[in-house]
């Protein structure tokens, strides 16, 4: 079965701080990996689009890494701001399908404070 | 370009009552998914519909059913409904794009709309 696991759950930092949120897959074979941020009460907003080839992929100061061959990805958060306290969810999808069947992780919830 | 937009964004229902939510595409979005996010399960797939064709559906009861319509528009529906079928239900809209990036499109979230069943 397709798993996706984030981690940690849960994770508070300080205004200005870096942090970094995993994800661990098991699909196979594997077509792309998505990170979203998704705020209390909204829909979730696409940070990176990465495929098999692609090791990293920067939006702002947002960066996703990808290790194919673990199976790993992780995002990178630089200089947090308040507004980067959101739930962050980890997405992948398997070769050749569509929205269907992509798998998604619970996500890691993260709190900025001042 | 509007974004993706569901109606209604709140809604309360009793048990045993029906539901239908509404979602609209960002213009020229002919792909919409809908999901069921709910604390304990996160974020679950329930059908995805191009063209007005249902093309994939999740694990989901027969209670839960959707439609599109020619402009792209889709709406799903919800009967007899239970308490556990109270979450946050979201739409996605996507271009569908044609060759080697089929599968890896973008894909934009409406707000969601926040069901409550009790």
């Known amino acids: 079965k397709n798993q996706v696991e984030q981690s940690p759950q849960s994770l508070i930092i300080l205004e200005g701080k870096n942090c970094t949120l995993q994800c661990n897959y098991t699909v196979s074979p594997f077509s792309n990996l998505r990170w979203y941020k998704q705020d209390t009460g909204r829909g979730p907003v696409s940070l990176t689009i990465m495929t098999f080839s692609e090791n990293t992929k920067s939006n702002g100061r947002y960066t996703a890494t990808l290790d194919a061959d673990t199976k790993q990805s992780s995002l990178h958060i630089t200089a947090s701001q308040l507004s980067d306290s959101a739930s962050y969810i980890c997405v992948v999808s398997p070769l050749n399908t569509n929205a269907g069947k992509s798998t998604f992780g619970d996500g890691t919830t993260l709190t900025v404070k001042p | 370009k509007a974004g993706v937009t569901q109606t209604p964004r709140y809604l309360i229902k009793t048990r045993g009552q029906q539901v239908t939510l509404s979602c609209s595409p960002i213009?020229?979005?002919?792909?919409v998914s809908w999901y069921q996010q709910t604390p304990g399960q996160g974020l679950q797939f329930l059908f995805e519909y191009f063209s007005e064709t249902q093309r994939n559906k999740g694990n989901f009861p027969g209670r839960f059913s959707g439609r599109q319509f020619s402009n792209s528009r889709s709406e799903m529906n919800v009967s007899t409904l239970e308490l556990g079928d109270s979450a946050l239900y979201l739409c996605?809209?996507?271009?569908?794009?044609?060759?080697?990036?089929?599968?890896?499109?973008?894909?934009?979230f409406g707000p969601g709309t926040r069901l409550t069943v009790t």
């Open positions: 996605a809209s996507s271009l569908h794009p044609r060759g080697q990036d089929r599968f890896n499109y973008e894909q934009y």
């Open positions: 213009s020229g979005h002919r792909s």
